[in-house]
């Protein structure tokens, strides 16, 4: 019965894929090449991979880039707000992981943007740094900046410390 249904998907995959190619516009073709690329070098998660995620963690603070492209952005041409709170909130759970000791998780239990100037250009960055430690929660900032080196948004962010089950 499994075997079936991969056998349908990779079928219906396949025609979808088949038609985009045949009646797609060069936009079309260009958003399926980028989440194309993203899926095959898929390292960590499938959105930090369809993003194209790429940072890492830096003296005090976790920074993370992603090339502005159709796919993450709005009707207006300009990025999406929720692809950039979704780096956001990326970004600043980077940091608290790095900051938290072997056993312990955490899950983001607030998150407060502030949108200040549209997001355009080649790419955007997101730095993320820890204002508070606290035993069960943590508080993180963000700030987000396009290529141009303009503030895009400024975020803070609560984080609740959990315990890995085993």
Do not use: W
């Not at 349908?8 to 690329?37: A, P, R, W, Y």
């Not at 056993?103 to 355009?120: C, D, E, K, M, R």
């Amino acid at each position: 019965m499994k075997r079936r249904k991969v056998t349908d998907m990779k079928e219906n995959i396949t025609q979808l894929f088949t038609e985009i190619l045949e009646k797609g516009s060069d936009e079309d073709l260009s958003v399926l090449q980028q989440v194309l690329e993203g899926l095959n070098n898929k390292q960590h998660t499938y959105i930090n991979s369809l993003l194209h995620m790429e940072g890492g963690l830096k003296e005090n603070f976790f920074e993370i880039t992603i090339p502005l492209h159709t796919l993450v952005n709005n009707p207006l041409n300009i990025l999406h707000g929720g692809i950039t709170a979704t780096v956001i909130d990326t970004c600043m759970g980077a940091m608290v992981h790095n900051a938290l000791p072997e056993g312990f998780a955490a899950v983001t239990s607030q998150l407060n943007i502030h949108y200040i100037a549209p997001g355009i250009g080649d790419s955007i960055t997101c730095r993320a740094r820890i204002d508070h430690h606290g035993t069960k929660t943590m508080l993180v900032s963000a700030d987000v900046f396009r290529s141009d080196g303009q503030k895009i948004a400024q975020a803070s962010g609560t984080f609740f410390i959990l315990k890995k089950n085993k």
